[in-house]
């Protein structure tokens, strides 16, 4: 049976992550789900972000669910960088996939747009670009000071996470890859990245090839939506083109994500797209739903395809159900689609 590692964190995660387990095991009796206390407070607690013995732990489970890292009390970085990227890091989490869709009952903000149109995954590098730490600053707190941040971009690195693009569009009805990048200002990495997808792009000719500058993306995104399938990205430029993506297509409490190390050598994590939402944290009141659709993501990873389409089904109606500005009550909706999901 799958062993699951559970990660709820700050905020709202652990609000979310309830929903997500309820459903979990709704769908999966009988899993395994063990419970890391990691985040805000332990660090208050103990100093300890990521100790190497739970990372160690970490590496021996099948899958990791995550709810949210970061918190107000914390200066900024040490939990985003301490734990989550951390992890993306060891894990080798180079496919940050983020799926976004219009479902049938949402309002999105968009009137040109109707549900089943907007049907896009953004497959983010997850390991390298500007997230790679690279840089510094020099005469700090003086009017000298300086600060630089690198982007990373290696070869292998940019190649890999776009053959897997290539190998999603492949499995999916309109076959379309976009390349977002800003080629015409950063031509060093945006050559690597230019070259690496053409290369890729010559060895599928049945997939149809776009590039766009990611100002413009940032754009289409929101006027025309409709137009993408798969976009491949870098690291910093997926994080910003995934919220927009998930504010076009009804929020960020719908919105779901996969850390996936493709080869299975470390285990993937799966979490919403959303953070620790500090403003409404405790009031049971944020939507479980991309945690939930999280779930989803994990059941396909490790090969539960019925019980992930159980899970998107019973989100389907939850989602068809719902009226336009009514309050949701976070264990309220965990219940339903927990009740849905079971076969
Ligand atoms: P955020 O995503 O936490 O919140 C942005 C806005 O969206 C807030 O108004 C929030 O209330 C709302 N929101 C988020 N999730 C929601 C949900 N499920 N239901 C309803 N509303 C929801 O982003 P932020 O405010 O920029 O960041 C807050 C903290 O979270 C920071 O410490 C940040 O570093 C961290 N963060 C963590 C992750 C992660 O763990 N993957 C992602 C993003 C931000
Ligand atoms: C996300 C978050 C993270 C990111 C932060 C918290 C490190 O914004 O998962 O989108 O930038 O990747
Ligand atoms: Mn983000």
Request: with cysteine; aromatic share 4%; charged share 20%.
């Amino acid at each position: 049976m799958a062993r699951i590692a559970v990660v709820a964190g700050d905020g709202i995660g652990p609000e979310v992550v309830a929903q997500a387990r309820k459903v979990l095991d709704a769908v999966l009796p009988g899993v395994q789900a063990t419970e890391y206390d990691l985040g805000a407070a332990r660090w208050h607690r103990t100093g300890e972000v990521l100790p190497d013995s739970v990372l160690t732990e970490l590496a021996g489970h099948d899958a990791i669910l995550l709810g949210a890292v970061g918190d107000p009390t914390v200066p900024p970085g040490v939990l985003e960088r301490g734990l989550l990227l951390k992890l993306r890091f060891a894990f080798d989490q180079y496919v940050n996939l983020r799926p976004s869709r219009l479902w049938p009952g949402v309002a999105g903000p968009l009137g040109n747009v109707k549900p089943g149109e907007v049907d896009l995954v953004v497959v983010r590098e997850g390991t390298e670009g500007l997230y790679a730490g690279a840089g510094g600053s020099l005469h700090r707190d003086t009017p000298a000071e300086v600060a630089t941040e690198e982007s990373l971009n290696t070869r292998h690195g940019v190649e890999r996470v776009i053959r897997d693009a290539f190998a999603r569009a492949d499995r999916r009805e309109r076959r379309k890859v976009t390349l977002v990048h800003k080629t015409n200002v950063l031509t060093h990495a945006g050559s690597l990245w230019a070259r690496a997808f053409a290369a890729v792009a010559a060895e599928h000719p049945d997939v149809t090839t776009e590039y766009q500058h990611v100002d413009a993306a940032a754009m289409f995104l929101v006027t025309q939506p409709q137009r993408y399938d798969v976009v491949v990205t870098d690291n910093l430029f997926g994080d910003i083109l995934t919220d927009i993506a998930a504010a076009v297509t009804g929020g960020i409490g719908l919105a779901a994500s996969g850390c996936i190390n493709p080869e299975g050598a470390y285990p993937s994590m799966f979490e919403p797209v959303h953070g620790s939402a500090p403003d409404i944290a405790g009031q049971g009141v944020a939507d479980p739903v991309a945690a939930v659709l999280s779930v989803a993501l994990l059941l396909e990873q490790l090969g539960h395809a019925d019980a992930a389409a159980r899970v998107n089904a019973a989100v389907a109606a939850e989602l068809a159900g719902r009226t336009p500005g009514a309050t949701l009550r976070t264990a309220e909706v965990g219940d339903r689609l927990a009740a849905h999901s079971v076969a």
